[in-house]
């Protein structure tokens, strides 16, 4: 399973951006797809998660800022981040899990200026 994470930019504090995730077969097969995040010289971190019942689940750093979704039949899973903050910069990256293997994104760069 390949994952292509884009939609990564550089934007003001306080703006928007809409991450992609596209995968190379159904995400329907996926019980859980999920973003996390690192920042420079930070550990990599949980950010969201979208349930193939659609059920959502957010790291308490963006509840309420940041909403996942994914669209089964565009095989592609989507991270709408609203009211940035300079501390949401890091590498954004998609993942999933199939039959106990674990598979990443490359991960799109987003930077927030203050």
Not at 36 to 44: D, I, K, S, V
Request: glycine share 10%; proline share 2%; aromatic share 10%.
């Amino acid at each position: 399973v390949q994952l292509q994470a884009s939609g990564g930019g550089l934007v003001q504090a306080g703006g928007s951006l809409r991450l992609s995730c596209a995968a190379s077969k159904t995400i329907s097969s996926f019980n859980y797809m999920r973003w996390h995040r690192q920042a420079p010289g930070e550990r990599r971190e949980w950010v969201a998660t979208v349930g193939s019942g659609v059920t959502t689940s957010y790291a308490n750093s963006v509840k309420g800022r940041f909403t996942v979704s994914r669209d089964n039949a565009k095989n592609t899973v989507y991270l709408q981040m609203n009211s940035l903050k300079p501390e949401d910069t890091a590498v954004y990256y998609c993942n999933t899990d199939l039959r106990g293997q674990s598979f990443w994104g490359q991960g799109t760069q987003v930077t927030v200026s203050s």
